[in-house]
Every structure is written in C-alpha cells, then in structure tokens.
C-alpha cells in the first residue's frame, strides 16, 4: 500500500492564469489564485508573501527576483518557476516538486529542463 499524498495548500501569484489551466495541481491540492479567490488586484509582492503567510500556503510565483528575498524574511515556502515554461508543463513539474518536497524546504526553483539535440 502507498503512502498517502500530503496536499498541500498552494497560492497562485497575480501573473499566473487562472487555477483552471492547472488541473492536475487543482485536483489534487488546495489551489487557490490571489486576484480570482481572493480579489487582491495589485498588491506589492510583499503584501501577497504576507498573505500567503498569513494563509499558510506555499507561493508559486514567476517573480523570483523579489520573491526569494520576501519569502526567506517571513518564512514562507515558495515555488519559482520560470517565463519559459507552458502551463501543462508548469502542472506537472510543480505536482512532481511536492512529492518531493520535503517539510524542511523554504524555495524550490524549477526551470525547464535542458534538451539535447540529436
């Protein structure tokens, strides 16, 4: 028998789409997006880590360059991805980073992995 899957509880950033274009993290975790579940339009990026501390959610941002800073100072866990990726990419790379994110990881970078040409 497998162990069973933590869900976690995961905030989306203002420049992400909609939780709709992520169905495998929607499905299986707590998916929620700032500006379409909770009508915070134009925040300062400090103001949306403090949310999702005072939320306990784990941030997924593109804005990695002022997110690490902010979310190593209020202890928050962040995801940071990057402006390559598609959205089903960014679904399956995310789901496979929290199976194996461990309790103690504060940052997780994914980018899209380098392929070789043949």
């Not at 202890?75 to 990419?89: G, P, R």
Request: net charge positive; with cysteine; glycine share 2%.
């Amino acid at each position: 028998m497998s162990p069973k899957q933590n869900r976690f509880r995961l905030l989306l950033d203002e420049m992400l789409p909609p939780r709709s274009k992520f169905p495998n993290l929607n499905k299986y975790h707590d998916l929620k997006h700032v500006v379409r579940d909770f009508h915070l339009e134009g925040i300062s990026d400090d103001k949306v880590v403090k949310f999702a501390k005072k939320e306990r959610r784990v941030l997924i941002s593109k804005n990695s360059r002022h997110m690490i800073d902010l979310g190593r100072i209020n202890k928050i866990k962040l995801i940071c991805i990057t402006e390559t990726m598609d959205w089903e990419e960014i679904d399956s790379v995310v789901m496979s980073a929290l199976r194996n994110m461990k309790s103690s990881d504060q940052l997780i970078k994914l980018s899209r992995p380098v392929r070789r040409k043949k």
